[in-house]
């Protein structure tokens, strides 16, 4: 019986970057740069090689960054190489995260014909004087435009990007976004609260620091996030993210649950084979480690061997995944389902009982 | 050494007002005399604890034997006796001038004459010795001696015209002052035929030779191998060792006889069994009276101390213990609060004693402790007629059981600049003082006497005292008794729980202020919780006064996607780590510092 596996792959490149993003992401690469880092991507893939046999692929996202930025071609590529080295499922769930300043409609067609069916757009907001406040590339016009050429391509699973409590926004402004998009009428929506990040250009700005709304504001929004959604059928299934029925996020939905999942790219995280890791975020570096990797495979160096080295090189932050951490973990991403933890789900995920373990604290 | 020759003995003592150079004086002194020679001197060699070498005040009685050779070819023994300066030690400082027949009083050149300059003149006036000025500080730029002199005289009323100039810091005329006590300070009167008598003035504990007590011989005389008695406790030893004071050492001898000041050591486990001010007399052969003026060592301020791990209880009773050896009045007694579990209630003299019982658990044992709040002794009147003494205000009865309750009331005297006046007495009347007179010393400096509860003393007030004069107030207070008051306890409720180590005694009318404040500063040290912790003052169950620490929701709510994960993994370990050094009350984690912070309401305002 083959496992379950999603694969996430990390596109460190945007047009601008926003004044909130604590993603790891660079403006101003060059094409050439794009396709180096592409080319080693599937060096990347290639290498896991050995174990994927064992495995059968069910979700598949591309983030970043931007990755919508990138030419389709690249995109296609990746795709190709990871249908090469393992089987994905006929029913994956293929998504990428696309930027509206990025897209025209001829890509979006393209994407469909690559077998991706799931969009996630980030719009932020419909206010257009909080998105120059926060850097974005596009206003809501444009935004609009994007999300109707998605559905002309085809796309029936889309997902949109909101956000609170941003510097100058008032109640009523992300109301008003929040009704715009259920008119659009997306499959899912995810809204979180502005989260000021150290280092961060929005974390050096004292002014726009002192326009992020108090809290008192921050909790109505999210009250209101609630209200004005579930009046327009979206369920919300995590603490910040909103469905119709049957249209949750599958890929994320592995991260709530322990489930084993393989992130390329630099800064990209893992859960694999019982450890978590994550991936080092100089660009060259990786891009480095990987070309040579990639000359060793042609001269046909034993892919075990390849792995471990190549895992010494670009892996940080190891983590070996004992019981009392998976349990711990299991309370507290799944805990974020609104549908919470079962007890048969915890048996069966960890070995243990969770009654046993966590019962006085859930008692308390 | 067969019977001294009293005459050529001089017991005295140095009295001042903090750091008008005391202890210097005393280094000066030991080092003329050439006890020791000045390369063996340390700074200030009398005060030989740590502690009392940081805050510059000596907390233990001192005496130290010295040779003088003097100006008319004779040899003199000086024996000095050092005293606290402190005024929660005011009985520790009486027993000790009782050892002497004269005093030197320092009074600072540039300072002139302060509030305890004053106090502990006339309290060695009132044991009858005999006083003379030194005016110290002289090679101050601000120094004036001759209006210094003329305070002495106007303010005091003894005479100053050839008191010594001195500069005990750099060693000027140090001679004079020597010459001085050879010829103002009377010899001891004491018959060394009759039977033993002597006064018990301090004791140490030493783990060798078992408590040893440091006495002062009026009559007879005393060697090894003779019986003692102690005449407030009838305890009966076998003196083991005889001896005097060298600078910070025993120097024992055959024999030590009237007018002499020294020590013995008769294997006594416990310093209870040698109380400051007590009499020793011969066992076979005894006096008929003990000497006036012995008085039990009453504490005066109260707290609760409690290991801040329930796990080193043990410890802290071991410490304590020890303390206890060497200060007989440090109480303890053990007690149990819901909040904090397993501790003590301990009784201090005041609090600068509190603050060093505090920090030697912390520093010398290493105790990691929580204090509650400091409170006063309240006498409790109850309705059937008893009455009895409340050192723990969870101890306090049902209010309907209470006819009603006293509070102790001091005497305060408080010297201030005049530009101040307005400011202290302002001050002094938030304080629930009553006025009590007001003398100007000269044009710019006032003594102003108010009556003052001793609970609105112990606190802050001397801090408050000291900004509101820019530094320039000082002063001294003497218990005055006890007065009939309008008390009430106020409890504190964190998230709905009372939570006993939190609540005191405090007079109805500052109830409200003071719960009010108190939720203020809790509000600032509990941490955010998942849900909301409303902070509560209360009397008898009636709400006074309310803060809430509002939940924290934000950060549980942000985005936990594949990288956050380890993130949040590291986040919850420092959490971990942050819970180890929380109490739980209920379901709120209170820091430590919470309970310490809620000791210190300053008068910001």
């Not at chain 2, 063996?40 to 005040?57: F, P």
């Not at chain 2, 009074?107 to 006339?122: F, K, P, R």
Request: net charge negative.
């Amino acid at each position: 019986m083959k496992k379950d596996l999603s694969i996430y792959i990390h596109i460190p490149f945007c047009l601008h970057k926003c004044v909130y993003c604590d993603f790891l992401s660079f403006a101003g690469r060059s094409i050439s740069d794009q396709v180096r880092y592409v080319s080693a991507i599937n060096n990347e893939i290639r290498l896991y090689k050995p174990f994927a046999s064992r495995y059968l692929v069910k979700t598949i996202y591309f983030g970043g960054g931007t990755p919508s930025l990138i030419d389709e071609s690249l995109i296609e590529s990746m795709l190709e190489t990871i249908r090469d080295t393992f089987e994905v499922d006929r029913f994956a769930e293929i998504t990428i995260e696309a930027n509206p300043g990025t897209l025209k409609y001829a890509d979006l067609l393209q994407y469909r014909e690559f077998g991706i069916n799931r969009l996630s757009i980030g719009m932020q907001t419909a206010d257009d004087e909080l998105l120059k406040k926060l850097g974005r590339i596009h206003d809501f016009e444009g935004f609009e435009k994007c999300f109707q050429d998605a559905r002309r391509a085809g796309f029936e699973n889309i997902s949109v990007d909101l956000m609170s409590g941003i510097p100058g926004q008032a109640i009523h402004s992300y109301v008003d976004t929040l009704t715009r998009v259920t008119e659009l009428n997306p499959e899912h929506i995810s809204s979180y609260s502005l989260q000021v990040e150290e280092g961060t250009p929005l974390a050096n700005n004292a002014e726009l620091l002192s326009e992020i709304p108090d809290e008192s504001i921050d909790r109505e929004m999210y009250a209101m996030t609630k209200r004005v959604l579930s009046a327009s059928g979206y369920e919300r299934y995590e603490f910040s993210n909103y469905a119709k029925p049957g249209y949750e996020s599958r890929h994320n939905h592995v991260y709530w649950t322990g489930g084993e999942y393989i992130g390329l790219g630099t800064s990209a995280a893992s859960l694999f084979k019982g450890e978590r890791f994550t991936n080092i975020r100089d660009v060259e570096e990786y891009m480095q480690v990987l070309t040579e990797a990639g000359d060793e495979i042609s001269n046909g160096t034993s892919p075990e061997l390849l792995y471990e080295a190549a895992a010494k090189q670009l892996r940080t932050d190891i983590t070996v995944m004992y019981v009392n951490n998976r349990m711990e973990e299991f309370m507290f991403l799944g805990l974020r389902l609104i549908k919470g933890v079962s007890r048969a789900d915890f048996r069966s995920g960890v070995g243990n009982d969770l009654a046993s373990v966590f019962g006085p604290v859930v008692n308390k | 050494m067969s019977h001294l020759d009293q005459s050529k003995i001089r017991n005295f003592c140095i009295v001042a007002h903090i750091d008008h150079g005391k202890s210097t004086l005393a280094d000066r002194i030991i080092e003329k005399t050439g006890t020791l020679t000045e390369r063996e001197m340390k700074a200030q060699v009398l005060d030989n604890m740590d502690i009392e070498r940081e805050r510059g005040i000596t907390i233990k009685s001192q005496a130290v034997r010295i040779i003088y050779n003097a100006k008319d070819g004779e040899e003199y023994i000086f024996n000095l006796i050092d005293t606290p300066g402190h005024v929660d030690f005011n009985y520790e400082v009486s027993r000790s001038l009782a050892c002497c027949e004269g005093a030197i009083l320092i009074v600072d050149a540039s300072q002139g004459v302060e509030a305890q300059t004053l106090a502990n003149c006339y309290l060695a006036i009132d044991h009858n010795l005999e006083v003379f000025p030194v005016i110290n500080k002289i090679d101050l730029p601000s120094a004036d001696p001759d209006r210094v002199k003329k305070e002495v005289e106007d303010v005091i009323g003894i005479p100053a015209e050839d008191a010594p100039l001195i500069s005990a810091k750099n060693g000027i005329n140090i001679e004079d002052v020597l010459e001085k006590i050879v010829t103002d300070v009377p010899a001891p009167t004491g018959d060394p035929e009759a039977p033993f008598k002597a006064l018990i003035f301090d004791s140490i504990y030493d783990s060798y030779k078992g408590v040893i007590i440091f006495v002062r011989v009026f009559d007879g005389n005393i060697r090894k191998g003779s019986r003692i008695k102690m005449f407030q406790t009838g305890t009966e030893v076998d003196v083991v060792e005889v001896g005097f004071f060298g600078a910070g050492q025993f120097i024992p001898c055959d024999e030590i006889s009237a007018g002499m000041v020294g020590y013995i050591t008769a294997s006594l486990k416990d310093v209870r069994e040698t109380k400051v001010g007590d009499t020793v007399t011969d066992a076979e052969n005894p006096c008929s009276e003990a000497l006036p003026g012995y008085k039990e060592a009453k504490p005066m301020v109260y707290c609760g101390i409690y290991p801040a791990d329930g796990a080193h209880y043990q410890n802290l009773k071991d410490s304590l213990e020890k303390l206890q050896l060497n200060d007989a009045a440090l109480s303890y007694e053990p007690e149990t609060s819901q909040a904090l579990g397993f501790g003590f209630r301990c009784g201090f003299l005041g609090l600068l004693h509190l603050e060093v019982i505090e920090e030697r658990l912390e520093r010398e044992f290493g105790l990691d402790i929580i204090t509650t709040a400091p409170g006063v002794v309240y006498k409790v009147h109850k309705t059937d007629g008893t009455c009895f003494d409340l050192t723990n205000p969870s101890n306090l009865p049902d209010p309907s059981e209470i006819e009603y309750m006293e509070e102790p009331v001091v005497e305060a005297e408080i010297m201030v600049t005049s530009e101040f006046t307005g400011a202290i007495m302002k001050l002094c009347q938030e304080r629930r003082g009553v006025y009590k007179s007001m003398e100007y010393m000269e044009e710019n400096r006032v003594i102003l006497k108010y009556d003052m509860p001793l609970n609105e003393i112990i606190y802050d007030f001397f801090d408050a005292l000291k900004s509101r004069s820019r530094g320039y107030a000082s002063f001294d207070y003497e218990l005055k008794g006890y007065e009939r008051s309008k008390l009430v306890k106020l409890d504190i409720l964190i998230n709905r729980e009372s939570v006993d180590a939190l609540s005191f005694i405090v007079f109805a009318d500052s109830a409200y202020d003071r719960g009010r404040r108190m939720c203020e500063k809790l509000k600032k040290e509990i941490p955010r919780h998942l849900f909301e912790v409303p902070i509560q003052a209360a009397i008898g169950g009636k709400v006074i006064a309310r803060e809430t620490v509002k939940a924290l929701r934000k950060d549980v709510l942000a985005k936990c996607y594949g990288g956050d994960i380890s993130r949040k993994r590291k986040l919850l370990e420092k959490q971990k780590e942050g819970k180890k050094k929380m109490r739980e009350i209920g379901s709120v984690e209170v820091p430590q510092s919470a309970f310490l912070a809620v000791l210190k309401l300053d008068d910001e305002d």
